[in-house]
């Protein structure tokens, strides 16, 4: 049974850093282009980053541009997050699409997405 699962999230003060992960089991990850998501409250979810499954090419959203980037390393994916804002605040989600393409010159919708987790709650708040 294949699962993701994300970790790292809690509560940061505005202008705090955070770093988010996913791993996953019954996956080999490595094969996979990883996409990190978010949805706020009473907001549709909303893509941020993806990384191929190669990791040499990665894509982020022009809203946390700058803030937030993607890597991976040793089976896991992270989401570095730096100068959080309020707005920041939602659950963040990774996903994985297993096509070789994926996340190498386009950006995947949200239904690409084979696999998901189930989320991790980033609050930011004084």
């Known amino acids: 049974q294949v699962q993701l699962v994300e970790s790292g999230g809690g509560l940061v003060r505005p202008g705090g850093s955070l770093t988010i992960s996913c791993s996953g089991s019954?996956?080999?990850?490595?094969?996979?282009?990883i996409g990190w998501f978010r949805q706020a409250p009473g907001k549709e979810r909303k893509s941020i980053s993806c990384?191929?499954?190669?990791?040499?090419s990665t894509h982020v959203d022009d809203s946390v541009k700058g803030r937030f980037s993607v890597s991976r390393d040793k089976g896991l994916v992270y989401l570095q997050m730096t100068g959080l804002k309020r707005e920041d605040t939602a659950v963040y989600y990774c996903?994985?699409?297993?096509?070789?393409?994926?996340?190498?010159?386009?950006?995947?919708?949200?239904?690409?997405?084979?696999?998901w987790g189930q989320g991790t709650q980033v609050t930011v708040s004084a």
């Open positions: 990384i191929s499954s190669n990791g040499d």
């Open positions: 996903a994985a699409d297993y096509s070789p393409s994926s996340c190498s010159g386009y950006v995947p919708e949200a239904q690409e997405y084979g696999y």
């Open positions: 019954g996956i080999t990850l490595g094969d996979y282009a």
